[in-house]
């Protein structure tokens, strides 16, 4: 079930990750067509969106954890 934001349909960082990986590959090895080309790197840039999204997140949930003190005690980095 989808979100307003179509977040069900987002894939996971692995998955876009990996999926960024093999567009890139593609895209260094040549051969395409200039269409197939810019379809590629398009499909990149959503991806390389994908993955930034999913760090900020990521950030986001480690700087909340480590501002809540547990025991009363300061948040230490790790």
Not at 9 to 28: H, M, N
Not at 53 to 72: F, I, Q, S, V, Y
Request: charged residues 35%; glycine residues 8%.
């Amino acid at each position: 079930m989808a979100d307003e934001t179509g977040a069900a349909d987002k894939p996971s960082y692995e998955q876009a990750r990996d999926e960024l990986a093999d567009v890139v590959k593609r895209l260094e090895a040549g051969g395409l067509t200039l269409e197939e080309s810019l379809a590629l790197w398009e499909r990149g840039e959503k991806l390389a969106a994908i993955c930034e999204e999913w760090l900020e997140g990521a950030r986001a949930r480690l700087a909340a954890a480590m501002a809540r003190p547990e025991d009363g005690e300061a948040a230490a980095p790790f």
